[in-house]
C-alpha cells in the first residue's frame, strides 16, 4: 500500500460556523461539534477515522512481527516492592501477561503469599483496575479503590484481609484521593465529589472537593464531612493520619501548581477543631512524620531544590521554624523516616542519589545504588531497621532490594528475567544548550557500536512540564525500539522537575516557549552530531508530552520525519472547561487571562496550523474514555491537521475504545498500541526489519 493521500481517504470531517471573541481576537472554532463523545456524530466520525487508521496499520507487514516480540519481552515476571503493616507483607506480582497485577500477602519474606486481590477477575477484558489501596495499621483491612476503562473516577471497597471477603462498604464519586486509616480501625479519611451527571460525568468539572471520614459497616450517606470550602470551589484536600495516629494531616491543594497548604486536627480530643498551620500558597510542605508536636517537612520554600524544616505546633510562628537539611546542589525528592533516621532521596542531573541524615541533620551516608538510574521505595515505619526499594535504568528492567539500615547493605530480593541482553546497548548523558543558552541534559541509548552517520531512526520523546522529572526507566516498549537499531533520546526539559522549583517555572506559564525551545534544539543537536536527520528523527509525548509534540510539529514540521502525540493538550483556550482541566491553569495560564491569552493562542497546536503545508507522518493516540485530557483535544487536532496536511505522509488518529489516561490499562492494550507506534515508524521512517 502506498501512503499517498490518494490511497488514504480521510474522512470528510463537517465544519461549523464557530467563531469566538477572545479579548477582541476572533478565533475560529470549526470542530467545536466533536467536543461530544457521546452524540451520533461524533460516534460516526470516530469509527470512520478508526477504520482508516486500522486499515492502514495492518497493512505494514513488520507490525505483526513487533508485536510478538513486544509480547515475548513483556512475559516475565514483574514484581512492586513489599510494604509491612502489622506483621504482615504486601506486594503486587505479575506473572507476565497478565492484564493487571495480582496484590498478595505473606506473614514473613520466606513464607507462602496468598493472594489477596486479583482486579483481573473483576472484569473480562482487564479494563478494571486497583486504582488505590491502604491497610489498617492493625492489618485487619485493606480499603481499594477501583477504575473502570482508565477513568479517574474510582469506586472504593473495603476487605477482610484474613478471610479475603468483601464487606458491605462501598463508596463513590472520589477522584484525586487516597484513604487513611484511623488507628483503631473503625474506619478512614478520605475524599470526593457531589454526584456527577451521569450522562456528562466524563467531561463535566470537577470543583468542591470534600474531605470525609467513613465508619466501617455503615452506609456512604451517613459519612462525617471533615472539611469543606464552600468559598473555594478550586481547593482539594489529602487527609493522612499521622504515624502516632494522634492527628489528622490536611494537605490543601489548588490545580497542579505544587504549592500548598498545611491543617490539622487533635484526633484524641473529640472536640477539637481543625487548625490552619501554614495558610498561604507560597511554597509546597510534604510532611513525612512527626515527634508529638514537633513536625518535619519537606519544603521548597526559600530553596527551590528542597529542604528539611521542624515546626512546633505549639510554637507555630515561622521565626520559631528550624532547618535540620539544608537545600544542596541537588533536588530533595521527598524524605522518609526509618531506624529513626532521615532518608533523603535526591535528584542529581536526573539521576538517584540517596543519602541518610541523623534528626539533627547530620550526614550518615550514602546509600550504595547498583549503578547510574533510578531508585524508589525506602518506605517503612520510623524504628523499622528493614526496608526495600527497586533500582532501575533504561536497560535493567525494575530491580527489588532489602535494605538494612543498621550495617548500611543492600541484597538482592527480586530479580525479573527479560529475554534480552543489555550489556549490547549503552546508555550516555549529554549536555546541550538551548536557544537561550541554558544548558539541558539529554539521556541517549542506543545499541553499542552504531555508526554516527545520520541514518538512524531516532526517537524524541519528552515532557517537560508539571514539575515532573523523566529518570531512567526501563521499559519493553523502548527494548523492542532498540532492537529494531533505533536510537532512543530523552531531554530533561524545562518544566520538568530535574532541577527544583525555577527549573519548573522556566517552563510554565508565559515561559513554555522554552520547552519547545528545548526540544527542538535537542532535536537538531542529534541531528548535528549525525545520530539522525529529519526524514529519520520520531518525537513521541503523552498528555503534556502530547502537547509538546503538537506544538513543535506545528512550529518546525519541517525537522521531523513522524510524530506520535498520544492523549494531548490540543486546545490551549478551551482546556480549562473540561473535568479537571481547570487546574491546569497554575501551570499554563488562563485564556481568560488577555496576557497569558497572547502566549497561548501563540502556541496552541490546534491554532496553528498552517493550510497547505507537509507536517511529519502522523499518529495522534487518545480514548474515548479520557477524562483527564478529554479525547475533544485530540479529534479536533486530528480534523484540521488532516484539513491543512499536504503531503504524501499520512496524518492519522489510533482511537482507542474503553480506555482512558493511561492509568490502569491493561497489558494487552498497552502491548497493542506499541506495536502499533512502531509500525508506523517502520513504515514512515523506513526502517528495515530482519
Not at 406 to 429: A, H, M
Not at 471 to 495: C, D, H, K
Request: proline share 5%.
Amino acid at each position: 500500500m502506498s501512503d499517498s493521500n490518494q490511497a488514504l481517504e480521510y474522512p470528510k470531517t463537517r465544519k461549523a460556523d464557530q467563531i469566538d471573541d477572545y479579548h477582541g481576537t476572533p478565533v475560529a472554532d470549526f470542530y467545536r461539534w466533536l467536543e461530544d463523545p457521546d452524540s451520533e456524530e461524533t460516534k460516526t466520525w470516530v469509527d470512520a477515522q478508526n477504520q482508516v487508521t486500522f486499515g492502514y496499520l495492518e497493512q505494514i507487514p513488520a507490525r505483526e512481527k513487533i508485536k510478538q516480540r513486544l509480547t515475548q519481552l513483556w512475559d516475565y515476571e514483574k514484581y512492586s516492592i513489599p510494604f509491612k503493616k502489622n506483621n504482615r507483607y504486601f506486594y503486587f506480582k505479575n506473572d507476565g501477561l497478565q492484564n493487571q497485577s495480582v496484590l498478595y500477602t505473606l506473614t514473613s519474606l520466606d513464607g507462602e503469599p496468598r493472594l489477596l486481590l486479583d482486579p483481573n477477575k473483576l472484569s473480562e477484558d482487564g479494563t478494571v483496575a486497583l486504582s488505590g489501596l491502604s491497610i489498617s495499621e492493625d492489618g485487619q483491612f485493606l480499603a481499594y479503590g477501583l477504575s473502570s476503562s482508565g477513568s479517574d473516577w474510582q469506586e472504593w471497597k473495603v476487605r477482610e484481609i484474613e478471610t479475603g471477603n468483601d464487606l458491605s462498604d462501598h463508596l463513590k464519586w472520589i477522584k484525586f484521593s487516597g484513604a487513611s486509616w484511623t488507628h483503631d480501625a473503625q474506619g478512614f479519611f478520605y475524599s470526593r465529589y457531589d454526584e456527577p451527571n451521569e450522562k456528562t460525568q466524563l467531561e463535566d468539572v470537577n470543583y468542591y472537593q470534600k474531605l470525609f471520614y467513613h465508619r466501617l459497616g455503615t452506609s456512604q450517606t451517613e459519612d462525617v464531612l471533615i472539611y469543606e470550602r464552600p468559598d473555594e470551589k478550586e481547593w482539594g484536600f489529602a487527609g493522612g493520619v499521622t504515624e502516632d495516629g494522634k492527628y489528622l494531616v490536611i494537605s490543601v491543594w489548588r490545580g497542579t501548581d505544587p504549592k500548598n497548604l498545611v491543617f490539622y486536627k487533635d484526633l484524641t480530643n473529640p472536640d477539637a477543631q481543625i487548625i490552619e498551620l501554614i495558610s498561604e500558597f507560597e511554597a509546597s510542605y510534604n510532611m513525612m512524620d512527626n515527634d508529638g508536636s514537633l513536625f518535619w517537612f519537606r519544603t521548597d520554600l526559600d530553596a527551590s531544590r528542597g529542604r528539611v524544616i521542624a515546626i512546633d505546633i505549639n510554637k507555630p510562628a515561622k521565626e520559631n521554624w528550624q532547618e535540620i537539611i539544608p537545600q544542596s546542589d541537588d533536588v530533595l525528592e521527598g524524605v522518609g523516616l526509618l531506624n529513626n533516621q532521615f532518608v533523603a532521596d535526591y535528584l542529581k542531573d536526573a539521576q538517584t542519589v540517596v543519602k541518610i541524615f541523623n534528626l539533627d541533620g547530620a550526614f550518615v551516608r550514602e546509600v550504595e545504588l547498583p549503578g547510574i538510574g533510578s531508585a524508589g521505595g525506602f518506605d517503612g515505619k520510623r524504628y523499622d531497621t528493614e526496608t526495600f526499594y527497586s533500582f532501575t535504568s533504561f536497560t535493567t528492567p525494575a530491580t527489588i532490594y532489602r535494605y538494612d539500615m543498621i550495617s548500611g547493605k543492600s541484597t538482592l530480593f527480586r530479580q525479573p528475567n527479560v529475554d534480552f541482553n543489555p550489556d549490547d546497548y549503552e546508555t550516555k548523558q549529554v549536555f546541550y544548550s538551548s536557544k537561550d543558552g541554558t544548558q539541558v541534559p539529554m539521556f541517549i541509548t542506543h545499541r553499542k557500536g552504531i555508526k554516527l552517520d545520520g541514518n538512524n531512526p531516532t526517537y524524541l520523546y519528552g515532557y517537560g512540564g508539571f514539575n515532573i522529572s523523566l529518570t531512567p526507566s526501563f521499559s519493553v516498549g523502548q527494548v523492542v525500539w532498540l532492537e529494531l537499531g533505533g536510537v532512543l533520546a530523552i531531554p530533561n526539559l524545562r518544566g520538568g522537575g530535574e532541577y527544583g522549583e525555577d527549573w519548573h517555572q522556566a517552563g510554565m506559564k508565559l515561559n513554555k516557549q522554552n520547552v519547545f525551545d528545548d526540544f527542538i534544539t535537542a532535536a537538531e543537536w542529534l541531528i548535528d552530531n549525525k545520530y539522525t536527520r529529519p526524514e529519520k528523527l520520531a518525537i513521541g509525548g503523552g498528555s503534556n508530552g502530547g502537547l509538546l509534540v503538537g506544538a513543535c510539529m506545528t512550529q518546525r514540521p519541517d525537522l521531523f520525519g513522524a510524530a506520535l502525540p498520544a492523549v494531548g493538550v490540543m486546545d490551549m483556550l478551551r482546556f480549562h472547561k473540561f473535568t479537571i482541566g481547570w487546574a491546569w491553569c497554575s501551570e499554563y495560564g488562563s485564556p481568560e487571562n488577555p496576557e497569558e491569552f497572547q502566549v497561548l493562542h501563540q502556541y496552541s497546536p490546534l491554532h496553528n496550523l498552517k493550510p497547505e503545508t507537509a507536517y511529519p507522518a502522523t499518529l495522534i493516540i487518545t480514548a474515548d474514555h479520557d477524562d483527564r485530557v478529554v479525547p475533544a483535544h485530540s479529534f479536533k487536532f486530528a480534523a484540521a491537521l488532516q484539513e491543512a496536511h499536504q503531503s504524501e505522509k499520512p496524518v492519522l488518529i489510533r482511537i482507542e475504545t474503553k480506555a482512558g489516561h493511561g492509568a490502569g490499562k491493561p497489558t494487552a492494550k498497552i502491548i497493542e498500541e506499541l506495536a502499533d507506534k512502531w509500525a508506523f515508524l517502520v513504515r514512515t521512517l523506513d526502517i528495515a526489519v530482519n
